[in-house]
C-alpha cells in the first residue's frame, strides 16, 4: 500500500505561480513511476504531468508543456509539480497517483488514469482575479 499526500494548491491571480508536492508513505516512490492528473468541475480527469523511476523521463500534456515542470526526490519520497503562467483554465483539483509499470509500458501508458495503482485525496488550484 502507498498512502500519497497532495499538498500546495490555493488560489493563485491568472499569470502566477504555485508548486505543488505529493508526498508517499508506505513505500520508496523510487519504485514507482509518478503522475499528476487534474478533474475540473464537471469534466473528467485529464493527463498533466508523468516522471518515470528509471530515467527519470518527463512527459506533459500539450496544455502545460512549457509552463508546468515535473519533478521528484526519492530522498524526500516527493514529487513536485512546478506550475508556472497559470491559466484560469488551469483551475481544478489537481491529484498525483504511482504505478509500478515497467519503462516500456509505461511509455505508453503515462496518460492514462487507470494504469496507475494508487491515488491522492488532491488538492484545489484556483486560479482567478
Known amino acids: 500500500q502507498v498512502q500519497l499526500e497532495e499538498s500546495g494548491g490555493g488560489l493563485v491571480q491568472p499569470g502566477g505561480s504555485l508548486r505543488l508536492s505529493c508526498v508517499a508513505s508506505?513505500?520508496?516512490?523510487?519504485?514507482?513511476?509518478m503522475g499528476w492528473f487534474r478533474q475540473a468541475q464537471g469534466k473528467e480527469r485529464e493527463f498533466v504531468a508523468a516522471?518515470?523511476?528509471?530515467?527519470?523521463?518527463?512527459y506533459y500534456a500539450d496544455s502545460v508543456k512549457g509552463r508546468f515542470t515535473i519533478s521528484r526526490d526519492n530522498a524526500k519520497n516527493t514529487v513536485y509539480l512546478q506550475m508556472n503562467s497559470l491559466k484560469p483554465e488551469d483551475t481544478a483539483v489537481y491529484y498525483c497517483a504511482v504505478t509500478g509499470a515497467g519503462i516500456i509500458y509505461f511509455s505508453s501508458t503515462y496518460n492514462n488514469p487507470s494504469a496507475y495503482e494508487y491515488w491522492g485525496q488532491g488538492t484545489q488550484v484556483t486560479v482567478s482575479s
Open positions: 516522471i518515470s523511476r528509471e530515467d527519470f523521463r518527463t
Open positions: 508506505g513505500r520508496t516512490i523510487s519504485m514507482f513511476n
